[in-house]
């Protein structure tokens, strides 16, 4: 699974040319496959999404499963942050060395634009979900 993982990372960095992410060599530590597969353990429940004018634009359960099986084949989101590098600005996570975290856009049905849904993933394997654009966050894993 480790080397299936290498590969498929490989070839998106071939593809797509994101040589800041080749830089960077970020993927979860060695053994932590089960970081990227999703589980029941891995919905979040009873989740109220904000648009920008605060109001509720969704509420429901959350799926993680679906966007760490997006970033364990090397797909990206549009967005142009998505796969970047989490820099832990508002200190709300682990405090860690730079470049440990990386944040991708979950897709809020109803928005148009990338919404306030991501999901931050360490180094170590570790997994955060904001539904509110950093201002809160939930360990997953």
């Known amino acids: 699974m480790k080397k299936v993982l290498l590969i498929v ?3 998106w960095l071939l593809v797509t040319g994101y ?12 053994g932590d496959e089960a970081a990227l597969t ?5 919905v979040v429940r009873g989740v109220e999404v904000r648009d920008l004018d605060g109001r509720v634009a969704w509420r ?3 799926d993680l499963g679906p966007v760490l099986a997006r970033i364990e084949r090397g797909q990206r989101d549009p967005h142009r942050n998505d796969g970047g590098v989490f820099h ?9 060395p730079g470049g440990h975290y990386r944040e991708y856009v979950i897709r809020t049905p109803g928005i148009s ?9 360490g180094r170590d394997g570790e997994i955060f979900y904001t539904a509110d ?5 939930r360990r997953m894993r």
Do not use: C, K, M, T
Request: glycine share 6%; proline share 7%.
């Open 9 to 11: 990372l490989a070839a």
């Open 19 to 30: 040589e800041h992410l080749a830089e960077q060599a970020w993927w979860p530590a060695a």
């Open 38 to 42: 999703g589980d029941a353990a891995l």
């Open 60 to 62: 429901g359960d959350v």
């Open 88 to 96: 832990n600005r508002e200190r709300r996570l682990p405090d860690r």
């Open 113 to 121: 634009h990338a919404g306030p849904q991501r999901l931050v993933i």
């Open 133 to 137: 654009h950093y201002r809160s966050f």
